[in-house]
């Protein structure tokens, strides 16, 4: 199939991949006093007096806004926030389909950070949570550091912790195929943008000790010239100041986590590699290595971004169960015990009899999936003190 061409086609067809319907009854001169005035003053003068009310008395407690600016809009780029508009609708549609959540999409036409964060800000009280989505780094990371600052709402940018959170997951299930532990595997990133730098901190989180990211201009080496994230990245990993490109990072490493661009590792860049390697090219739709080739080279384990190979690592796994969670018990904030909940509980949905090569990943649409990540998610609220209910 074109799925390009059939897309358009559906689009032009569907005329949006979401729509708003309605909960209360409005079919009587009382039913729609009870929904709207003069009955209405009743809700609006409780969540007057009491602001928590907004979570009980209106859809508050079940919406997300998936938000973006347009700069960094799938593998196309900078292409505008009413181009981006298709992708919103359908991560909105995802949330629902797979967590029940209600999700509404926002293309906020600025790149400014003070106007962005501001606007986003303004709107909050609106919702239940912020998905940012879709912006451009290093921007990326100040607009979630000062939304998190000022909103008392879960603030969560799933191009680095959604990604970071499933690839945690296949990490922990493919080591278990390996036999290798995870504090003691040399762990190769390319690529240092948004999700590379927070899939490098959560897999820290997770226990990596040895770290090496790379970007365009080789190994990440502190003192070089680079944007703050990946300053404080190059400060956290590579102690030994190893330079090099790539291929020099590669030679002896146990993992390669591609989120940079097609085709740049070579079967000899595998090769070179230790033994029972982990191999994730996840540049979409084209991986840094094709998986056959990485197997070829020898690598035991191969993940990629794409469902037509085994072990895709798609944030669908992740996001709709960890808004469910955090939903679920008002929670202010997505905080670190929260994502590393959300990879055990991915990780564990995979019995040891059921473990190989080829499935260390849930499926997408696995049913369990959903519920185990949001309940997860909800007890690691509860315990880390950021749950409201």
């Not at 990072?249 to 590699?273: N, T």
Request: negative net charge.
């Amino acid at each position: 199939m074109d799925y390009g061409k059939v897309s358009l086609e559906k689009h032009a067809e569907w005329r949006g991949k979401i729509e708003i319907a309605t909960r209360a009854p409005l079919d009587s001169a009382e039913a729609l006093s009870l929904a709207y005035t003069p009955g209405v003053a009743a809700p609006c003068l409780e969540i007057q007096k009491d602001y928590g009310k907004s979570f009980e008395l209106t859809r508050r407690w079940n919406t997300v806004a998936v938000i973006t600016d347009g700069t960094a809009i799938l593998g196309l780029g900078d292409i505008g926030p009413e181009a981006g508009m298709p992708v919103m609708e359908g991560k909105c549609a995802l949330f629902k389909a797979f967590g029940d959540v209600d999700a509404i999409p926002l293309c906020i036409r600025s790149k400014d950070v003070d106007e962005l964060v501001r606007t986003i800000y303004l709107i909050s009280g609106s919702f239940g949570g912020i998905n940012l989505e879709d912006i451009a780094a290093p921007r990326c990371f100040e607009i979630e550091r000062r939304l998190k600052e000022c909103c008392d709402i879960p603030v969560f940018h799933d191009d680095q912790h959604g990604t970071a959170i499933v690839v945690g997951a296949a990490m922990l299930n493919a080591l278990r195929v390996a036999e290798k532990e995870i504090g003691e595997v040399r762990v190769v990133i390319n690529g240092a943008g948004s999700a590379g730098i927070a899939i490098g901190r959560h897999l820290m989180g997770l226990g990596v000790r040895h770290l090496k990211m790379v970007d365009r201009c080789g190994i990440l080496c502190e003192g070089a010239d680079m944007n703050p994230a990946q300053a404080e990245m190059a400060r956290l990993t590579n102690p030994e100041h190893f330079s090099g490109k790539l291929a020099d990072a590669l030679r002896g490493a146990d993992v390669f986590i591609g989120v940079s661009a097609p085709h740049i590792v070579s079967r000899e860049m595998i090769a070179s590699m230790a033994e029972r390697a982990i191999v994730f090219p996840m540049a979409n739709p084209v991986p840094e290595i094709e998986p056959e080739e990485a197997k070829a080279a020898g690598a035991l384990v191969v993940g990629t971004g794409r469902s037509d190979h085994p072990n895709q690592i798609n944030n669908v796994l992740c996001f709709p169960g960890l808004f469910r969670g955090a939903l679920d018990v008002r929670a202010s904030d997505i905080n670190e015990a929260m994502r590393m909940a959300a990879s055990h509980a991915l990780a564990g949905l995979i019995l040891p009899g059921e473990l190989s090569a080829e499935y260390i990943l849930p499926r997408a649409f696995d049913p369990r999936v959903g519920p185990a990540v949001a309940a997860a998610v909800a007890k690691a609220a509860r315990e880390s003190g950021v749950a409201r209910i």
